[in-house]
């Protein structure tokens, strides 16, 4: 067993998460798939700090889930107010700073 | 042997569900299989000797944040989307996408990786990540402290009122 399978797995999830991001029309799918590609940067994280056996990664993967955390309450905040201000999902509602 | 065939299903259930999280056409299906996906992965970490980082992220992630999202779809996400996603928007996200995989798995396949070795005793344990977090990582776990309080108070602030 070695690295690369991880590496591959967290490429395929992160290609998921563009094609999630890129096609999906509920703004909080967007949202979804956006933590989707967070979470497999961290597969790589974590499986480099297992292969060269320090914490540099560890800690990187607990920090980016600490951000990640805070970034979920902030983000489920604005979906809650953008959905109250314009009544519904759909991502092309958000036109708010477009002009 | 083993530690590989596990790795294949735990990598096999986090591929399925993060296709049923991407296609599946209704909202919380969808994030039910995000649900599934983030089990998955922290299943994955455990494979890797970080038993800590999967209890972090089954609580955190399939806890936490699918509860606030499942919260979230139940109580605002009920509207019908109505147009349909245009198909060049469809094609340019998959060319995208697949340019990608296509690079990453290249540079992959080109860097000559070396197996792992077995790890020793304590590798991965909580007692050393906490040891090196609060050793090593002193200020940046302080700075991260007072960014979750600032976000607690920026979304309680920004549900409150609605945007104007």
């Known amino acids: 067993m070695n690295i690369t399978p991880y590496i591959l797995l967290a490429g395929f999830l992160f290609s998921i998460g563009i094609i999630g991001v890129l096609t999906r029309r509920?703004?909080?799918?967007?949202?979804?798939?956006?933590?989707?590609?967070?979470?497999s940067t961290n597969i790589i994280f974590l499986g480099f700090a297992r292969l060269l056996e320090n914490y540099e990664g560890a800690m990187m993967t607990l920090f980016i889930l600490a951000l990640s955390a805070a970034e979920a309450a902030v983000g489920t905040a604005i979906l809650v107010s953008f959905i109250r201000k314009t009544r519904t999902s759909d991502i092309d509602s958000a036109n708010l700073m477009r002009w | 042997m083993i530690l590989s065939g596990l790795f294949f299903t735990f990598a096999l259930l986090t591929f399925v569900s993060s296709l049923y999280l991407v296609f599946h056409q209704r909202t919380l299906p969808s994030s039910?299989?995000?649900?599934?996906?983030?089990?998955?992965?922290?299943?994955?970490?455990?494979?890797?000797?970080f038993p800590f980082f999967t209890f972090v992220q089954i609580i955190l992630y399939a806890g936490a944040?699918?509860?606030?999202?499942?919260y979230l779809v139940m109580s605002q996400g009920y509207e019908e989307i109505r147009n349909e996603t245009s198909l060049s928007q469809i094609i340019s996200a998959y060319i995208i996408s697949v340019l990608f995989l296509f690079s990453f798995s290249r540079i992959v396949?080109?860097?000559a990786l070396p197996a792992w070795e077995k790890a020793e005793g304590e590798f991965g344990?909580?007692?050393?990540?906490g040891t090196t977090l609060v050793r090593d990582y002193a200020v940046p776990f302080e700075i991260i402290s007072i960014i979750l309080v600032v976000a607690m108070a920026g979304s309680v602030l920004l549900a409150?009122?609605?945007l104007k």
Request: net charge positive; proline share 0%.
């Open chain 1, 26 to 39: 509920s703004i909080i799918l967007v949202f979804l798939s956006a933590e989707l590609m967070i979470n």
């Open chain 2, 65 to 70: 944040v699918m509860v606030m999202i499942i």
């Open chain 2, 109 to 111: 396949s080109k860097s």
């Open chain 2, 125 to 129: 344990s909580i007692k050393e990540i």
């Open chain 2, 160 to 162: 409150k009122r609605s």
């Open chain 2, 32 to 49: 039910l299989g995000m649900a599934g996906s983030m089990v998955s992965i922290g299943l994955l970490y455990s494979l890797l000797h």
